[in-house]
């Protein structure tokens, strides 16, 4: 690799060791475990460069290009997947000298940044402007932006302000085959990438740039812990939390072994740090029994297993709102009525989780250091197959690993989980409960990731999870990167044959296929006239959440990113048929980060067969004319709007008494694909 | 050593966004996770030992990466410890001369002497000792010779008290319990511009690196040449043609040779002829 002619174009490039070493790997435990336990690292890169602008990622492209270099595209690292690992005769592209922010537009409520930003950085700097993207994950101080679409992140309050797809508008890429503008950057003629871009892992070229969604910084903060008997009860509340439409930003639920573990349940408890306290004092008093109070659970997962799932009690829901006070307080008011049954814990666990929110990650480096390792899975799945979900994929960890989990990310069709689990052995032992695991998700219906992203470790499942789909990755990528030098075999792995799935058929009975009254989801035809589907739905007692103005089929593939607002997700799985018979069903379920969201690109490359939308209960609607004098629509978030005034859900009526206008008689209107919401 | 050694290597870089020499320069290499990592490697693998040696010196002693820490590591002891360990220790200090008998010794670090425009200032005399190692920095920093360093500056120093411009030679006379004044602080503070500084405290969770010491204008600068300038180009960007006051006369020169337009103390004190001018 001669990368002189990078140097004389003036670029910043290493290519000693000292300098390469770190970018051969991220923060995958596999290659921590690796590194902690023999001393080895994967394959040092050939050279790192360090772009300061857009130019110089085209330069760099067109060299490799030329040269035919493998390119790994690298923010902070903080991937847990392998997706950055090196590779021998690669040229790693580290962004972070791209992190500025561009423009801040607090009219429209976006901010324009680099790729190259961390994530905390771009918060604080916010924050003197008095916005934020609120997108904070627990990775917030080593993590860029550019990371965040790579690998389709989400934040802790993603139940409010949206995972990193809902944030992102739009954003621009440098490909072997030039730039990409994406989302409402998307030059009219172009088909608009942006959902492919998002995910794509730096398999499709380097995003430099990025247009973000800004909300202001909340003037109120309203967090609370509430005990529930059991997950099914807490479940239950944490669907109708969502499903009401007053949107808080926090709702985590902790299972019974993590419950207990953080002994949160209990003001005695929390006091003295836990529902094992007594074995943790005990513990801190005598060096030997510490050093086998981890090895416990490292040498007997299964035994440690069996008692924890013997393990009774109240379970931990933390429930929290920001926003302008007003808000906070109308949804905090209709939160407590369908809070009612549970035991009020007050303030404290919620406060306490606020304080400690990034601290997980300190946690780790102690089971390396006991010769185990530690890892984490984040699945999803709608409401109905939630259960199952948790309840398979926490076997399959738990065959080889101690485990436990907690329930974050909440949405009106479903939640993910969050297991946290730790073994001990090999290199064997962590790949077992890995295949296992995976396995599992998929089997119950889930998805592989949902924020975590795919890399090395997830390739094969979410390449299985894409299925026959997975043509359109290939034929994108082709064009793209025709050459393959993008991070290659990331996402997916290279030349990855799908096998057809011969459970899709061709739909019968419309136009309402599928009712999910727990996900509030229908499967319609998308052919069907939407006065038709509001038809059957309002027999059924139902109506659509975002009702188009023409068949769905038509009204998807032209919608644009302005037509619906960050907390509006206007379909979820959809099943389509290529020109050579083959079917595919796309199950975002209800978001995923296994590799990009290959949908848009899916509807115009076949024929919609299925898609599956969100609807509301029929309850009568409550219609404001003139909305509110002083708060934003973006904050209040009716259920739906026209220019002269709101719609609220019958759930939504505390949020309805705060906006002063008059009631009208005004039904939800029609959306045009084309027209800002 | 080996315990908290794997802490910080197994971190998931939690430190970086404070950290100036990272944030600056963007090297993963200059992060207290990667230098750590360096370290431990080299433990593992001795061949791996001359760069974990070299990775030691990317790190200027700024302490940020400890204050950010929820685990409040001790990064910078800790890599005194490494450096003992993979560095060859120094030849002996030979300690400067102080010339004068005066009670208050500046410590002239750089081309310019100022100790006439301070004695005006103080309107009386002042000893000075001129240094080109930083008073021996080198020596302060390892755990094998700090002990015989200290002992030689504290006799050095003796009754008298250290004033300087200079964060190392600061930093250097902190570790004893030698007096010290910065002359920054003795200079008449109505009179000091009120422009932002870059040693200015501030107690910000995080911070953007020019109000903070940054610490590259220090031995970086010898062991790391370039990336003590992407870390001053990265400064002097983020000022965007700002005229800056820092309270330090090495950080000032450092970012004007970064393209940055600063004024430091010395500077200051000299331009200012008459210390009443400003009154």
């Known amino acids: ?677 | 050593m080996n315990s908290e050694l794997s802490t910080c290597a197994l971190c998931p870089r939690l430190c970086r966004d404070r950290c100036p020499v990272s944030v600056g320069s963007g090297r993963e290499a200059t992060t207290p996770t990667s230098i750590m990592t360096a370290v431990l490697l080299a433990k593992k693998n001795p061949e791996l030992e001359p760069q974990a040696a070299q990775a030691v010196d990317l790190c200027t002693r700024c302490g940020q990466c400890t204050s950010a820490c929820g685990l409040d590591m001790p990064v910078v002891e800790m890599l005194d410890q490494a450096r003992t360990i993979l560095q060859p220790a120094p030849k002996a200090w030979v300690p400067p001369t102080i010339r004068g008998n005066a009670r208050q010794v500046a410590i002239i670090s750089g081309d310019t002497d100022w100790s006439p425009a301070l004695e005006k200032l103080l309107n009386e005399d002042v000893a000075t000792l001129h240094t080109n190692d930083f008073l021996g920095a080198a020596h302060q920093w390892r755990t094998d010779t700090r002990e015989a360093h200290t002992a030689q500056l504290t006799e050095l120093f003796k009754h008298r008290t250290a004033i300087t411009a200079d964060h190392i030679c600061a930093q250097v006379i902190d570790s004893t319990s030698i007096p010290i004044e910065h002359l920054h602080s003795l200079l008449p503070e109505h009179s000091l511009p009120r422009w932002r500084s870059c040693h200015e405290p501030n107690e910000g969770r995080h911070v953007s690196t020019m109000t903070k010491c940054c610490g590259a204008s220090g031995p970086l600068q010898n062991t790391h040449p370039d990336i003590a300038k992407e870390v001053g180009r990265d400064i002097a960007r983020r000022l965007d043609g700002q005229h800056v006051y820092s309270a330090d006369e090495r950080c000032a020169r450092h970012l004007q040779s970064c393209g940055a337009a600063v004024t430091g103390p010395v500077e200051w004190l000299m331009s200012q002829g008459d210390p009443d001018a400003n009154r």
């Open chain 1, 1 to 677: 690799m001669n990368v002189e002619a990078l140097r004389s174009i003036g670029l910043s490039i290493a290519t000693d060791a000292l300098h390469l070493r770190p970018y051969s790997r991220d923060l995958w435990p596999r290659d921590t475990l690796k590194m902690y336990k023999e001393g080895v690292l994967p394959e040092l890169p050939q050279a790192v460069v360090w772009p300061e602008r857009p130019e110089h990622v085209e330069a760099i492209i067109e060299w490799a290009t030329q040269e035919g270099v493998t390119i790994v595209p690298f923010g902070a690292g903080s991937g847990v997947c392998g997706g950055v690992r090196g590779r021998a005769g690669s040229l790693v592209v580290d962004l972070k000298r791209m992190n500025r922010i561009l423009a801040i537009n607090p009219h429209n409520r976006t901010v324009q940044v680099q790729s190259g930003l961390l994530g905390q950085h771009l918060e604080d700097q916010l924050e003197q402007t008095g916005w934020m993207t609120a997108h904070s994950p627990s990775s917030i101080a080593c993590s860029t932006t550019g990371g965040y679409v790579a690998a389709r992140s989400a934040g802790q309050f993603s139940s409010r302000y949206g995972v990193f797809d809902d944030i992102l508008l739009a954003a621009s890429a440098v490909t072997p085959k030039g730039k990409l503008q994406t989302g409402l950057w998307t030059p009219k003629e172009n088909e608009d990438l942006l959902p492919v871009l998002c995910g794509s892992e730096g398999g499709l070229g380097i995003v430099t740039d990025m247009l973000l969604r800004i909300s202001p910084l909340p003037s109120d903060r309203w967090l609370r812990g509430y005990a529930f008997p059991d997950l099914q009860s807490a479940w239950t509340a944490m669907r109708e939390l969502m499903q009401a439409g007053i949107w808080p930003s926090v709702l985590r639920l902790y299972d019974p072994v993590d419950t207990k573990i953080g002994g949160k349940t209990s003001a005695s408890d929390a006091k003295s740090g836990g529902g094992f306290a007594w074995m943790k004092n005990l513990a801190s008093k005598s060096p030997f029994l510490q050093r086998h109070l981890l090895n416990l659970p490292l040498a007997l997962p299964g035994l440690i297993n069996k008692i924890s799932a013997g393990i009774s009690g109240e379970v931990l829901l933390i429930v929290g709102f920001d926003g302008p006070t007003p808000i906070v307080e109308a949804s905090t008011k209709a939160a407590q009525k369908i809070l009612a049954n549970a035991r009020d814990m007050g303030p404290e666990p919620g406060e306490h989780w606020f304080r400690h929110r990034h601290d997980v990650s300190y946690k780790l480096a102690p089971v390396f250091i006991a010769g185990a390792f530690a890892d984490t899975m984040e699945v999803a799945a709608t409401w109905d197959k939630l259960p199952t979900l948790y309840q398979e994929v926490r076997a399959a960890l738990g065959r080889h690993t101690a485990v436990m989990a907690h329930f974050s990310h909440a949405y009106a069709e479903g939640c993910s989980i969050y297991f946290s689990f730790m073994g001990r052995g090999q290199l064997k032992t962590y790949d077992a409960t890995w295949k296992d695991a995976l396995d599992a998700a998929r089997s119950a219906g889930g998805t592989v990731t949902h924020h975590h992203g795919v890399g090395v470790l997830k390739s094969e499942a979410a390449a299985k999870e894409a299925g026959a789909a997975i043509r359109v990755w290939n034929e994108i990528k082709t064009s793209l990167d025709p050459d393959g030098i993008m991070n290659p075999g990331r996402p997916f792995p290279i030349d990855f044959e799908p096998t057809t799935d011969d459970t899709l058929s061709a739909p019968t009975d419309g136009p309402v296929f599928e009712l999910n009254e727990t996900s509030l989801l229908a499967t319609v035809d998308p052919q069907s006239n939407p006065d038709t589907l509001q038809t059957e739905l309002a027999s059924k007692g139902y109506t659509l959440r975002i009702p188009p103005d023409r068949p769905f089929g038509e009204w998807l593939p032209i919608l644009s990113r302005e037509a619906t607002q960050a907390w509006e997700t206007p379909v979820f799985t959809i099943q389509a048929r290529f020109d050579d018979g083959v079917r595919t069903r796309i199950q975002p379920a209800p978001r995923s980060a296994a590799g990009p969201d290959l949908r848009w690109s899916l509807m115009r490359r076949a024929t919609l067969e299925t898609v599956q939308v969100p609807i509301r209960a029929l309850s009568g609607d409550i219609n404001i004319v003139g909305g509110h004098p002083h708060l934003d629509l973006r904050d209040v978030r009716p259920a739906w709007h026209t220019a002269n005034g709101w719609g609220f859900e019958k759930s939504q009526s505390d949020l309805a008494e705060i906006c002063h206008g008059e009631p009208s008689s005004q039904t939800q209107p029609t959306r045009n694909p084309k027209e800002s919401s």
